[in-house]
């Protein structure tokens, strides 16, 4: 019933799957097909209702072409189900994925909870201060980006801007275009710039590891360009992540939603006042000190490489005393 292995024929030619076989597209391909039979469609009256050709589909259900995450959502909702439900397992990589990371985060954590006694509040504390820790890491990549934008325009060479940012030129020397916000391209490619930077890697880190370019990282982060699965899953496996946290399914603060539904059932209201009440002002006010720092931090940097410290200040929002001591 469903796509044969090795060789299939398609209007008289033939076509050979077998290098697909095993591959996430194959098996994308697979459940598509098991999905569409149940729901009574041909190939080709499923590629009709969505703009496709009957060839497209037929490749598709092979794994003989590469789905991107558009159309992956696009067959998903002709076909009555949700896009998780297409995905090739595993798509857990590990267990507790949210936040089992790095030396890091884990001081990052015990910081936080140390004067919370209660382990249950522990737990359930532990998406939340992620998405918090997760904030922090943007405010310092918006801090860098910032800076080497001003660098720029104060004519400093790119080699230094890179060097003591390490950012790539696309990310602050690069015409933006228009991004619509709510599209799903956005939302996943936020997800990855997100993890990609808990990990502090850079966008070469990264393409050098799935075998991409700087570029291409680039675009797929700001959701100028849509991923094909296969490449969305050599990028979960690379960041040690459960794809399903790559945007395909959480709200950005579902954390924080997550969390106050949790503690509904906490009895301790005087303990739920001082944890609401410490992570509001950290949030309130961590933004701006992350920032700072890493705008000390890249101004002594800057010192180090030769450049001057009026040019520095100017790019920094700095102080002279700020930058050189």
Same mark, same amino acid.
């Given at each position: 019933?469903?796509?044969?292995?090795?060789?299939?024929?398609?209007?008289?030619?033939?076509?050979?799957?077998?290098?697909?076989?095993?591959?996430?597209?194959?098996?994308?391909?697979?459940?598509?097909?098991?999905?569409?039979?149940?729901?009574?469609?041909?190939?080709?009256?499923?590629?009709?209702?969505?703009?496709?050709?009957?060839?497209?589909?037929?490749?598709?259900?092979?794994?003989?072409?590469?789905?991107?995450?558009?159309?992956?959502?696009?067959?998903?909702?002709?076909?009555?189900?949700?896009?998780?439900?297409?995905?090739?397992?595993?798509?857990?990589?590990?267990?507790?994925s949210w936040y089992e990371d790095?030396?890091?985060?884990?001081?990052?954590?015990?910081?936080?909870?140390?004067?919370?006694?209660?382990?249950?509040?522990?737990?359930?504390?532990?998406?939340?201060?992620?998405?918090?820790?997760?904030?922090?890491?943007?405010?310092?990549?918006?801090?860098?980006?910032e800076v080497a934008k001003n660098?720029?325009?104060?004519?400093?060479?790119?080699?230094?801007?890179?060097?003591?940012?390490?950012?790539?030129?696309?990310?602050?020397?690069?015409?933006?275009?228009? &991004?619509?916000?709510?599209?799903? %391209?956005? =939302?996943? @490619?936020?997800? !990855?710039?997100?993890?990609?930077?808990?990990?502090?890697? #850079?966008?070469?880190?990264?393409?050098?590891?799935?075998?991409?370019?700087?570029?291409?990282?680039?675009?797929?982060?700001?959701?100028?360009?849509?991923?094909?699965?296969?490449?969305?899953?050599?990028?979960?496996?690379?960041?040690?992540?459960?794809?399903?946290?790559?945007?395909?399914?959480?709200?950005?603060?579902?954390?924080?939603?997550?969390?106050?539904?949790?503690?509904?059932?906490?009895?301790?209201?005087?303990?739920?006042?001082?944890?609401?009440?410490?992570?509001?002002?950290?949030?309130?006010?961590g933004k701006e000190k992350v920032?700072?720092?890493?705008? &000390?931090?890249?101004?002594?940097? %800057?010192? =180090?490489? @030769?450049?001057? !410290?009026?040019?520095?200040?100017?790019?920094?929002?700095? #102080?002279?005393?700020?930058?050189?001591?």
């Amino acid at each position: 019933m469903f796509a044969s292995v090795g060789k299939t024929a398609f209007r008289g030619f033939i076509y050979d799957n077998s290098e697909h076989i095993g591959s996430a597209s194959y098996e994308l391909g697979k459940k598509i097909e098991g999905c569409r039979i149940v729901q009574g469609y041909t190939q080709a009256k499923l590629a009709s209702k969505i703009g496709l050709t009957h060839k497209e589909i037929h490749n598709f259900e092979l794994g003989c072409k590469a789905i991107t995450i558009k159309e992956s959502y696009i067959i998903a909702g002709a076909l009555s189900v949700n896009v998780i439900d297409l995905l090739p397992e595993p798509t857990v990589l590990r267990e507790n994925s949210w936040y089992e990371d790095e030396d890091k985060e884990i001081v990052y954590l015990t910081k936080i909870h140390r004067e919370i006694k209660d382990q249950e509040l522990r737990k359930k504390l532990y998406p939340l201060v992620r998405f918090v820790y997760i904030s922090e890491k943007i405010s310092q990549e918006e801090a860098k980006i910032e800076v080497a934008k001003n660098l720029v325009k104060e004519g400093v060479s790119v080699d230094i801007i890179s060097q003591v940012t390490r950012l790539s030129t696309y990310e602050y020397d690069d015409i933006e275009k228009e &991004i619509c916000t709510d599209s799903i %391209l956005y =939302k996943v @490619g936020k997800r !990855i710039k997100e993890q990609r930077l808990i990990r502090e890697y #850079t966008q070469e880190d990264l393409a050098n590891k799935i075998g991409s370019t700087p570029k291409e990282i680039h675009d797929y982060e700001r959701g100028y360009t849509d991923i094909p699965i296969e490449i969305l899953y050599e990028i979960a496996k690379t960041l040690s992540v459960n794809i399903k946290a790559l945007g395909l399914t959480e709200y950005e603060n579902e954390p924080v939603f997550r969390f106050i539904g949790k503690c509904e059932k906490i009895e301790d209201q005087e303990l739920l006042d001082t944890v609401a009440r410490s992570l509001s002002e950290g949030m309130q006010t961590g933004k701006e000190k992350v920032k700072k720092a890493e705008k &000390i931090k890249i101004a002594k940097d %800057l010192v =180090k490489e @030769g450049v001057a !410290i009026d040019i520095i200040v100017r790019a920094s929002g700095l #102080t002279a005393d700020e930058c050189e001591n």
